[in-house]
């Protein structure tokens, strides 16, 4: 070879691996990633077994949008990934994209300019079919006990990866379902225990959107069952909503719901962004905890991490959810650059109200739309004060005056679980219930002082006689257990 084609050809090399800045992304030509990293390992080879997915929706209603386009986003997240369908389960009621109230009839999107998140996700099990016994039953991949729905189970191997993420509303050991029960902490655990004794996994990770998150595995996930679990809150305190109106400028004026939930989108965000074959479990965590936890001490939660921590934590995130190939050459000049901070939060409990007052604002004076949003705001209210003043009031009918509130309100030293008996907790809900009405998921913020009652050793009986005179009769409102069952 001659010294000018050998030039031409070192210059032709060069610029083949010439560096394509797009903002503060670093892009490089798939030839030359392998350039300068010949022997990184991908973390996908072809030994890592078969990846499933999980993802459920727990909630129903428009207020609620946020909590299936959620769902929607991780599942194309996931197809772009490369997951296969048929290894993907989705439970949503799916009540939304064609909701009247829905700005965009058969859209949902996950942040303001969004792209749509629906089309083309499976409707594995929708409406009843959303339900804690389907969800165990695909979790085990149980296909004799199913109810309903597509029959679509976690069929796994003692080599597979599975990636289990829950968004819903959720209090102190329980999550909502939108159908009766709910789940409670103790269950699920059992399942991820019966998963684990019957060798069909290599590893799992749980991702999981609630408030008071931190509570469903905090005491009850032991190590050595190769399972990682991240959680949007620890166990005392709320999770938050993100995109919503009027906290958040860049939300068209036509919503009147919150988008997305915060940790939900800042995983999603993050995985939407960066290559998976090179981002661990870890790195993911500490960005989303830092995106999380919002810009002051009053907005954003405190994200958790729970299991096999150090086992697992260090795994890529391809094994579990793909990665897209077309950020395969993308890295972060620094880190997270991309992903602009939340501006505006709304705690999840006052999404509803959050829909009902941009309703009412934004509705004609006059109009039937604007008496049925006062209707919702008022019915709203007046459900959060008989569940408070009647959870209030059993408290000081067991403990006294003064000492009601205080054991109604004791908080457990970390890492120990809600309640000693799981049982005696599901019984005195339904007490309360039976008498007082439905929880809902605003009163799920309660089930401490209930797990607090059962801790003092507080019996069937004692709470029958309590909740009958703290609720002489029961309401009738929407929120009422008349229309929606018993939470346990």
């Known amino acids: 070879m001659t010294p000018v084609s050998t030039v031409v050809s070192f210059l032709a090399l060069f610029l083949s691996l010439v560096v394509v800045v797009s903002g503060d992304v670093i892009r490089l030509p798939s030839q030359a990633s392998k350039f300068f990293h010949p022997t990184e390992d991908d973390g996908d080879d072809s030994s890592a077994g078969t990846k499933w997915a999980v993802l459920v929706a727990g909630s129903r209603g428009y207020w609620n949008y946020r909590h299936q386009a959620d769902v929607c986003h991780a599942y194309q997240l996931l197809k772009k990934g490369g997951v296969k369908e048929e290894n993907i389960v989705v439970f949503m009621y ?31 099990y929708t409406g009843k079919d959303v339900n804690v016994d389907n969800l165990f039953a695909v979790i085990l991949g149980n296909k004799t006990a199913l109810k309903g729905g597509s029959g679509k189970v976690v069929d796994s191997g003692p080599n597979d990866h599975i990636f289990i993420y829950y968004s819903d509303h959720g209090g102190p050991g329980v999550l909502g379902m939108p159908t009766s029960p709910a789940l409670y902490a103790n269950d699920l655990n059992d399942v991820l225990k019966k998963k684990h004794a019957s060798g069909t996994y290599k590893s799992l990770v749980f991702y999981l959107e609630a408030c008071e998150s931190g509570s469903i595995f905090e005491g009850l996930l032991p190590e050595g069952l190769n399972i990682y679990a991240t959680t949007a809150a620890n166990a005392e305190e709320s999770s938050w909503g993100t995109y919503c109106p009027e906290e958040d400028t860049s939300v068209q004026s036509e919503f009147e719901t919150c988008l997305g939930d915060l940790y939900s989108v800042a995983w999603m ?15 993911q965590y ?11 001490s009053i907005h954003g939660s405190h994200v958790m991490e729970f299991g096999d921590i150090g086992l697992l934590s260090k795994e890529k995130l391809v094994l579990y959810l793909g990665t897209n190939p077309d950020n395969e050459n ?28 941009e309703k009412y604002k934004r509705a004609p004076e006059g109009s039937a739309r604007k008496a049925e949003a006062q209707k919702q705001v008022l019915e709203a209210m007046s459900h959060r004060l008989h569940v408070d003043n009647a959870v209030v009031l059993i408290g000081k009918l067991l403990f006294g005056i003064s000492e009601g509130p205080a054991v109604l309100n004791k908080v457990r030293p970390n890492g120990k679980p809600l309640v000693d ?12 219930e039976k008498h007082c009405g439905s929880l809902s998921q605003y009163g799920f913020k309660h089930m401490r002082s209930f797990a607090n009652i059962c801790n003092a050793g507080i019996q069937m009986e004692q709470m029958e006689e309590a909740a009958m005179h703290a609720c002489p009769t029961i309401p009738t409102g929407p929120w009422s257990s008349l229309h929606h069952g018993f939470s346990a």
């Open 286 to 296: 500490e960005l989303v905890k830092k995106r999380t936890a919002g810009n002051d």
């Open 421 to 432: 008996d799981w049982d005696c907790l599901k019984t005195l809900v339904r007490a309360f």
């Open 269 to 283: 965000e993050d995985s939407d962004k960066h290559n998976l074959k090179t981002e661990s479990l870890h790195q």
């Open 330 to 357: 993308a890295t972060f000049a620094h880190e997270n650059s991309q992903l602009r901070p939340f501006s505006g939060f709304t705690n999840q409990r006052d999404a509803d109200l959050v829909h009902f007052w």
């Open 94 to 124: 799916d009540d939304i994209a064609k909701n009247k109230e829905n700005p965009r009839p058969g859209i949902i999107i996950n942040s303001p300019n969004g792209d749509d998140v629906y089309n083309g996700v499976p409707k594995d």
